[in-house]
Structure formats: structure tokens, C-alpha cells
């Protein structure tokens, strides 16, 4: 168990360096190209190359691990865990923002176990701060790194597991986008009994204007732009592994070999906890998950039961 602290969390950039990948970007006519050149300015040419070279030579200890920010949410860590070990990640890096419920002692088997590294972490709104605190710490530890939250679950759709589907791309690709499936409620207003991947089977049909969520290269990593993007010295590419330039929202995502299943309402009851525990992003002021708010978002269009293989062995 730590505390960390956000303020010795990056590679700081001088001002004179930031200008410097401003000016020098500019002169590349192609916006995705400019986009890497301005961040191998920034990072530091020789920098990049070392970080290029390690990402192709170094052994590391982990091929895949999960960093995410949370606050109150201990009944979810278990399901979510014992989930992502199922389709092969091997390590979690949990930075816990000021939980005061059961967090800790749902984690303690884990982290006993060595599967789960623990961090406490202090603040109001620091996700994206927390986010590139993760992926610093993990350059040494793990090939990949996948950066999302407890309501969000990545299912290998041709594949049996995450690493099969990794193992298509390059050791030089920084950061695979998948978009999110987005899933209702239901129906239910108060939470239900049992697993979240087996209560909510009724999803949005169309996700086409839904985010996306990253697995990154931790090593090619310059800064942090949200939660759905980072800054990177390399290729940013979608599941097909054609090249994309990096957003919160990328037009044309699919969703055949890969996607993230984002159980972003669940029931009423549990929406209206997370209205009154506060948000990560943007703090326990911040005026969120309300009747509007849900409503835009339980989207319960199409009967999806891809994941009951899974509640069947979680149940095991």
C-alpha cells in the first residue's frame, strides 16, 4: 500500500521544447503525421528512439496489465478482476481516489497475491493526472497496459483472450483504440443480486458515436490527453491495425475483433450512488448521473448474451 504523489508522476517538458514540436510540427502537412512529430520533438528525439528500441528488444516482466482510477467501488473490484484474469491480464495497478467504503479489504486477497499493486491516491478530479501517473509507472513493469474503469470490460470477440488479439501488432505500435459497446439497464431500477455481465444483456445497437478506450505501449507514451487518448511517439492504430489520428471519438471504429463493454448505467440505484460518491474526472462536486444523464444513456436497443460463457466460469 502508497500514497503517490501526482507532482513527481511525468518527464517534464520545458516550455522551449513544446514550441520547438509546435514550430516543427507545423511544417508536416499530414495531421497524423504531424501529430508524432510534435511529440518526438517534445519527448526528445533521442529519448524516442531509446523508448522505439526498448519497445522491440526489452523483456519485460508482464505482457499485459490494467492501471484504473476508482472511488467506492469494492463491490464491483472482484468481478472485475477475476474477468480480465479469465482473458489474460496478469496484473492490475489500482489507484484508489479516497474510497471510503470496502475498497481496500476487497483488494487485500489480491494484492497478498501479487496480482494487484495498490495505490491510494488524494484529490478531487485527478483521473487524467492519475492516468499518466500509471502508464510512467508502468513503463519497466508490463508490454501493454490497458487504461480503463470498473464499469468497463474488454471482451475479445474473435479471440479467447486479450494477448491473442495484442500479439497481431507491432512491438512499435503505442496505442490500439477500441470503442465502447454501451449497455443499459435492463430495466432494473434497483441493483440486482449477482454478476454485472450477467444482469445487463441489453445493449445499445448502434456505437458507432460511442468513445474509445486505449491498451498502450506505457514506453511511447508522452502525455495524457483525456481518458479515451493519449500522446504518443508512435503509431496509434484501431483493431485492424490501420493507422488512426488519436481521439476521444474516432469515426469508423469497428467492433468485429475486439471491444469494450461499458456498463456505464447498470440500475437506477446504482447510478444514483454514483451521483452522490462523485466523479474522477471532474470531482465529488460535479453535477452528474442525473435522470437526464441516464436516460441518454440506458440504451437497451439489443439482446446481447456474449458474456454469459464468462458468468459461468466467474460463478465456478
Same mark, same amino acid.
Given at each position: 500500500? !502508497?500514497? *503517490? ?5 511525468? $518527464? &517534464?517538458?520545458?516550455?522551449?521544447? &513544446?514550441? %520547438?514540436?509546435?514550430?516543427?510540427? %507545423? ?19 533521442? @529519448?524516442?528512439?531509446?523508448? #522505439?528500441? /526498448?519497445? /522491440? $528488444?526489452? @523483456? ?14 469494492? /463491490?464491483?473490484? &472482484?468481478?472485475? #478482476? =477475476? ?14 481516489? +479516497?474510497?471510503? =467504503? ?34 510512467? $509507472?508502468? @513503463? ?8 480503463? =474503469?470498473? =464499469? ?22 503505442? +496505442? ?8 443499459? !439497464?435492463?430495466?432494473?431500477? +434497483? ?9 445487463? &444483456? ?11 478506450? *486505449? ?10 490527453? !483525456? ?6 511517439i508512435g503509431r496509434s492504430v484501431d483493431e485492424c491495425n490501420n493507422t488512426v489520428a488519436p481521439s476521444p471519438v474516432i469515426p469508423g471504429l469497428t467492433q468485429n475483433i475486439i471491444r469494450i463493454n461499458h456498463y456505464r448505467c447498470k440500475s437506477w440505484q446504482d447510478s444514483q450512488e454514483k451521483h452522490s460518491k462523485g466523479d474522477v474526472l471532474y470531482g465529488r462536486d460535479y453535477v452528474r448521473y442525473t435522470r437526464a444523464d441516464f436516460d441518454k444513456f440506458d440504451t437497451n436497443d439489443v439482446y446481447d448474451d456474449a458474456m454469459d460463457k464468462y458468468a459461468a466460469q466467474l460463478k465456478k
Amino acid at each position: 500500500m !502508497s500514497n *503517490i504523489d501526482l507532482t513527481r508522476s511525468s $518527464h &517534464k517538458i520545458s516550455k522551449l521544447r &513544446k514550441l %520547438a514540436a509546435q514550430t516543427t510540427s %507545423a511544417l508536416v502537412p499530414s495531421r497524423t503525421a504531424r501529430n508524432r512529430v510534435r511529440n518526438i520533438v517534445k519527448f526528445g528525439p533521442l @529519448r524516442s528512439a531509446r523508448a #522505439i528500441w /526498448r519497445a /522491440r $528488444h526489452e @523483456r519485460l516482466p508482464h505482457y499485459l496489465c490494467i492501471a484504473a482510477v476508482a472511488r467506492d467501488e469494492g /463491490r464491483y473490484f &472482484k468481478e472485475w #478482476i =477475476d474477468y480480465h484474469l479469465l482473458v489474460g491480464v496478469e496484473k492490475f495497478f489500482i489507484y484508489d481516489n +479516497q474510497s471510503t =467504503d470496502n475498497t481496500y479489504e476487497v483488494l487485500k486477497p489480491y494484492i497478498d497475491a501479487g496480482i494487484v499493486e495498490y495505490h491510494y491516491v488524494e484529490g478531487e478530479g485527478i483521473q487524467n493526472q492519475v492516468n499518466y501517473y500509471a502508464v510512467c $509507472h508502468a @513503463r519497466d513493469k508490463t508490454k501493454w497496459l490497458a487504461v480503463i =474503469d470498473l =464499469d468497463e470490460f474488454i471482451m475479445p470477440v474473435a479471440d479467447k483472450t486479450i494477448p491473442e488479439f495484442l500479439r497481431r501488432f507491432s512491438p512499435r505500435t503505442a +496505442q490500439i483504440f477500441i470503442r465502447w459497446c454501451l449497455y443499459g !439497464s435492463s430495466g432494473h431500477v +434497483q441493483r440486482p443480486a449477482g454478476l454485472v455481465i450477467e444482469n445487463y &444483456k441489453y445493449r445499445k445497437r448502434d456505437n458507432s458515436n460511442e468513445a474509445n478506450k *486505449i491498451i498502450v505501449n506505457p514506453r511511447m507514451v508522452v502525455g495524457c490527453v !483525456s481518458a479515451h487518448a493519449f500522446e504518443v511517439i508512435g503509431r496509434s492504430v484501431d483493431e485492424c491495425n490501420n493507422t488512426v489520428a488519436p481521439s476521444p471519438v474516432i469515426p469508423g471504429l469497428t467492433q468485429n475483433i475486439i471491444r469494450i463493454n461499458h456498463y456505464r448505467c447498470k440500475s437506477w440505484q446504482d447510478s444514483q450512488e454514483k451521483h452522490s460518491k462523485g466523479d474522477v474526472l471532474y470531482g465529488r462536486d460535479y453535477v452528474r448521473y442525473t435522470r437526464a444523464d441516464f436516460d441518454k444513456f440506458d440504451t437497451n436497443d439489443v439482446y446481447d448474451d456474449a458474456m454469459d460463457k464468462y458468468a459461468a466460469q466467474l460463478k465456478k
